[in-house]
C-alpha cells in the first residue's frame, strides 16, 4: 500500500478545487510516518473496526485499511466524503473494507459496524465534544488515539489541582483513563497550523454507573467548575438550590465542603451524585 505524500495531498486538494476551510478545522496530515505512528500506538489489529472522525484527503484512512480489518470514516465536507473511496481505491486493495459516511460528526449516534477504536485527527474547534460523544454513544470503542490541539490535550488528561484540569479533565475520565502519547510538529500538516498539536490515547475502563448518575455526576461537574475558585458548598448551591443542601450532600459524600471542584477526582464526583440520590434530591 502506498500512504498519501505532500505532492499528492496538494494536487487532490486542487482537483477539488479544494480551499482548506479554518470553521471545519481542515489542516489535512501530509506525513505518512505520522499516520503510521498514530495507528501503531493505537494498537489497531486485524480483527478491529476503526472509526475515523474527519478522514479530509485519507491520509489517515490508508494507515488504518492497512491494519484494522474495517473503517468507518465519517466526513462532513460532501467534497471530501465523495473522493475519499476513489482515492483509497486508487491506493488499496482493501478499498472494500471502507465505509464513509457523509454526516456530521456530532449527529451521529448509531453504525452499522460497532467500532473498536477510535483513531482520528480531530478538528480543532469540536474536538472535546466529538470525543466525548463517541465514548458516550458507543461503548464498543475500547482504546483509541486523537490528535488534537495541545491545549486540549493537555486539559484531557490534566490532574487534580493543575491549571488545566477542569471540564473536559474529569467528563473524559467517566469514560476511560486518558494519556500523553506524544507531541506532533505543525510541519506534519498542511495548511500549516498556527497551533501546536499532540496525540491523546485513551482506555476504557469499566462503568462507573448508570445513566441517570452520569448526568447526576457531570450537573456537578458543570456547577463545580463554573465557580471553579469558590469553595464546593457556594459553589453546587444554585444546582442544588442553597448553600445547606450543597453543604448536606458533600458531608453525605464524604467531601470537605471547602474544597474546590478542581481539588476532586472523578470517583468523588461520582460520591456526590450518589448523595444526591440517597438524599432524595430531586431536580
Not at 170 to 196: E, I, L, Q, T
Not at 223 to 243: E, P
Amino acid at each position: 500500500m502506498s500512504l498519501l505524500g505532500a505532492a499528492e495531498i496538494r494536487a487532490l486538494a486542487a482537483q477539488l478545487d479544494l480551499k482548506p476551510a479554518k470553521a471545519l478545522g481542515q489542516n489535512f496530515v501530509i506525513d505518512a510516518n505520522i499516520c503510521r505512528k498514530i495507528v501503531k500506538l493505537a494498537g489497531v489489529t486485524s480483527t478491529d473496526v476503526a472509526l475515523e472522525i474527519g478522514p479530509g484527503l485519507g491520509s489517515l484512512t490508508l494507515a488504518l485499511l492497512d491494519e484494522a480489518a474495517a473503517v468507518t470514516a465519517i466526513e462532513i465536507d460532501q467534497r471530501l466524503a465523495s473522493q475519499l473511496p476513489i482515492t483509497v481505491e486508487s491506493h488499496s486493495e482493501h478499498f472494500k473494507n471502507l465505509d464513509v459516511i457523509n454526516e456530521d460528526a456530532l449527529q451521529v449516534s448509531h453504525l452499522q459496524q460497532p467500532p473498536t477504536v477510535l483513531v482520528a485527527n480531530l478538528p480543532y474547534n469540536i474536538s472535546v465534544p466529538v470525543l466525548l460523544h463517541y465514548l458516550e454513544k458507543f461503548p464498543t470503542i475500547r482504546t483509541g488515539v486523537v490528535m488534537v490541539q495541545a491545549e486540549v490535550a493537555d486539559r484531557l488528561i490534566a490532574k487534580p489541582g493543575t491549571k488545566d484540569y477542569g471540564i473536559p479533565s474529569v467528563k473524559a475520565a467517566w469514560w476511560a483513563h486518558m494519556s500523553n502519547a506524544g507531541s506532533v510538529s505543525r510541519s506534519v500538516f498542511w495548511p500549516v497550523p498556527n497551533v501546536d498539536s499532540k496525540l491523546v490515547g485513551f482506555i476504557r475502563h469499566e462503568p462507573l454507573g448508570d445513566e441517570a448518575l452520569r448526568l447526576r455526576v457531570f450537573a456537578a461537574i458543570e456547577a463545580a467548575f463554573s465557580q471553579r475558585r469558590k469553595m464546593l458548598r457556594s459553589a453546587l448551591k444554585n444546582w442544588l438550590g442553597s448553600s445547606e443542601t450543597a453543604q448536606q450532600v458533600l458531608e453525605k459524600a464524604g467531601i470537605d465542603p471547602t474544597l474546590r471542584g478542581e481539588a476532586l477526582v472523578i470517583d468523588q464526583y461520582c460520591a456526590i451524585g450518589r448523595a444526591v440520590d440517597e438524599l432524595g434530591i430531586r431536580f
